[in-house]
């Protein structure tokens, strides 16, 4: 049986599994929102005519209403439940990405579309919580690691949400009438998902739950360690987000659909690493996989910098992507271990884990422009190996408290 949850019962109910495919839909719809408005931001770039400062500073609107959210987001969680706070948050993503086709689209207002983003940002940063809660539980319930397969969905939520803006963007669709489709789709299609959810369950005004309150996460030393690997797990996913296919053009001399081919290396390997990376945390346990998919992670970002080799980069990528799929999942996962203060510790990870999109992409840009983007990236396996020493605190407690039924 796996140190890392419950002994399953002999046959997982009904509802449970329900809930299993609730929580991978709004996953997975999450996904295809992000993407959605990232596959659109050139459009809405030309067509406020903007410089790339300007666009840089646009794009901060999203990212600070993701921040605020996940300040907030294990309060709101605690309060409402996980369902209503997933509808909820899902409902301003959704007003978020039609009030940027509208704003960008139809009126050309930079104001409108920093108030839509910053709306976007809000709400699926809030239900980024949200849905990890429920995923937590969900987990607990079926005896069995799926944290990270909920993530992969995440993922290709996004690789579809990006695929279908590439076909509108080449088509010619209005960015209006794109994300407004797309923003009907991801609403009604959460509401669903989310009527799948476990019960909610009331949270009794005793000492432990205040113990579990917000204020009460930030100073806890488990949570804060957990929050210091997330975000490093973040980084090492983020950066090659952000600059892999960069890296591979100008330090490769690659061409742009080579580069963009490398990212896709990059994601599957993150996305088979999430989905095929459970069975391995049922048998080994947390502590052992983490080590070792670490390592793995650091050694590809090395060999995809280093190498010199083309081919041989790209399979640095590949092991790169399987190295780092783990980590923030399971990070996620490990803060919910009491079910009952999930919600604030689940915050105070996120909060710290989401730093790292927020400064990482300035920060290898600014040493980019002094050692190139492609060396660059040798932060990453440099911040990897003294990571390791954390992988510990993700141990699960020795005596965790009983499911709440």
């Not at 509802?15 to 996904?31: E, H, I, K, P, S």
């Not at 659109?40 to 030309?46: F, I, L, N």
């Not at 797309?182 to 369950?201: C, D, E, N």
């Not at 579990?212 to 488990?222: D, H, M, T, V």
Request: aromatic share 6%; net charge positive.
């Amino acid at each position: 049986m796996s140190p890392l949850v419950t002994a399953p019962s002999p046959a997982v109910p009904r509802q449970v599994l329900a809930a299993r495919t609730g929580v991978a839909v709004v996953f997975a719809l999450n996904g295809l929102a992000v993407a959605s408005w990232f596959s659109r931001v050139p459009a809405v770039r030309d067509a406020l005519g903007l410089s790339a400062g300007r666009l840089g500073l646009l794009l901060l609107a999203m990212s600070g209403g993701a921040v605020l959210a996940l300040t907030t987001a294990g309060l709101v969680t605690q309060r409402l439940g996980a369902a209503r706070t997933v509808v909820a948050s899902t409902v301003l993503v959704a007003v978020g990405m039609a009030g940027v086709g509208v704003a960008a689209g139809v009126a050309g207002s930079l104001p409108g579309v920093a108030v839509a983003l910053f709306a976007l940002g809000y709400g699926s940063g809030t239900c980024d919580v949200a849905m990890n809660v429920e995923g937590a539980a969900v987990e607990k319930r079926l005896g069995r690691t799926i944290l990270p397969r909920f993530h992969a969905a995440w993922s290709l939520g996004s690789v579809a949400g990006a695929g279908i803006g590439a076909g509108a963007a080449r088509v010619g669709l209005p960015i209006g009438v794109h994300l407004a489709v797309l923003a009907a789709v991801v609403l009604g299609g959460t509401i669903l998902g989310a009527r799948a959810f476990l019960p909610a369950q009331p949270a009794p005004d005793t000492a432990a739950t205040r113990r579990g309150g917000l204020l009460a996460a930030w100073r806890e030393p488990r949570t804060l360690l957990l929050g210091l690997l997330v975000l490093v797990m973040a980084f090492a996913e983020g950066s090659a987000n952000d600059w892999l296919a960069v890296a591979f053009v100008d330090g490769y001399d690659t061409s742009e659909a080579v580069g963009a081919a490398v990212f896709a290396v990059f994601v599957t390997g993150m996305t088979i690493g999430r989905t095929a990376g459970t069975v391995a945390l049922d048998r080994w346990g947390r502590v052992p996989v983490l080590f070792a998919t670490i390592l793995l992670a650091a050694f590809g970002a090395a060999v995809a910098v280093l190498a010199g080799s083309g081919p041989v980069a790209i399979a640095g990528v590949a092991l790169w992507g399987l190295g780092a799929s783990l980590g923030f999942p399971v990070g996620m996962s490990a803060a919910a271990d009491d079910e009952e203060r999930a919600p604030a510790r689940v915050s105070v990870v996120a909060v710290l884990g989401y730093t790292s999109f927020l400064a990482g992409p300035p920060l290898l840009g600014l040493l980019g422009d002094r050692v190139g983007i492609l060396h660059a990236l040798l932060v990453v396996p440099l911040l990897l190996l003294p990571t390791l020493a954390l992988v510990p605190v993700t141990r699960p407690p020795a005596h965790p408290p009983a499911d709440r039924t």
